[in-house]
């Protein structure tokens, strides 16, 4: 228990610079949320929360995709079923212009049950589809 509440405690402080990073689009301040997310996953492995906020941070902010990726295959190795894992790499690879691995994350997110996201999971989809069987028939 003290693990754990200590591994919150950085991640809250992460969340704090992640907040100032935001707000006063500062580079330096996404940087150092990616330090405290990190060791606050290192400090309890089990608090993925930690490990998912670092690779949003990693995707949004910093524009750095694959770190990103790297991240939510890992958080999905552990535990397959974490949904917000899923929908993340979905919109990543999406981002990174892999398609097919969005479009195939995103079935599996809505195969889960209670999904906060569904609708827009759906939405997102039906959009890939599109793009997928389109690209499908060019070739």
Sequence with gaps: MLRFFWAWLVYTWGGLHRY???????????EAAVRYFSRAYAIDPTFYQARLARA??????LGRLEE???D???????QSEYAPAL???ALV???NG???????DLEAYL???DTDYAGEATRMLALLQDITDESSREM
């Design 93 to 95: 690879a999406q981002e």
């Design 20 to 30: 100032f990073g935001i707000k006063n689009n500062l580079r330096s301040e996404h």
């Design 56 to 61: 949003v941070l990693l995707w949004r902010e």
């Design 111 to 113: 195969r889960l049950p």
């Design 87 to 89: 929908l993340n790499r």
């Design 68 to 70: 990103a990726r790297a």
């Design 98 to 104: 892999r398609f097919h691995d969005a479009r195939a």
């Design 72 to 78: 939510l295959d890992a958080l999905l190795a552990e």
